[in-house]
Nanobody, 118 residues
Framework: QVQLVESGGGLVQAGGSLRLACAAS????????MEWYRQAPGKQRELVAV???????NYADSVKGRFTISRDNAKNMVYLQMNSLKPEDTAVYYC????????????WGQGTQVTVSS
């Protein structure tokens, strides 16, 4: 069974930094795209950043220049370095990955809370 487990959330003051990590475990052939989403109270879940197997990245306009997504394919991990955090970044952050077992499937982590105080 494939699992994604996030870590690294917490409470930080505006302007501060946090680093989220997501570890994939279980039996699978490979991990394709890995992504970070977030969901603020009363809002829809939104895509924050994506990274392909080859390392190509893309970001939501709201986080460009402040957040950096990276991955370690050997460790089956994806990271999100968040700098210059703003109160509007407050949300539950979810790891998502496209993982191939017999075929490609969509997998989600349980989420980690990020709270940015003003």
């Amino acid at each position: 069974q494939v699992q994604l487990v996030e870590s690294g959330g917490g409470l930080v003051q505006a302007g501060g930094s946090l680093r989220l990590a997501c570890a994939a475990s279980g039996s699978f052939v490979r991990i394709n795209a890995m992504e970070w989403y977030r969901q603020a109270p009363g809002k829809q879940r939104e895509l924050v950043a994506v990274i392909t197997t080859g390392g190509s990245t893309n970001y939501a306009d709201s986080v460009k220049g402040r957040f950096t997504i990276s991955r370690d394919n050997a460790k089956n991990m994806v990271y999100l370095q968040m700098n210059s955090l703003k109160p509007e970044d407050t949300a539950v952050y979810y790891c998502h990955a496209l993982i191939v077992i017999l075929y490609q499937g969509s997998y989600w982590g349980q989420g980690t809370q990020v709270t940015v105080s003003s």
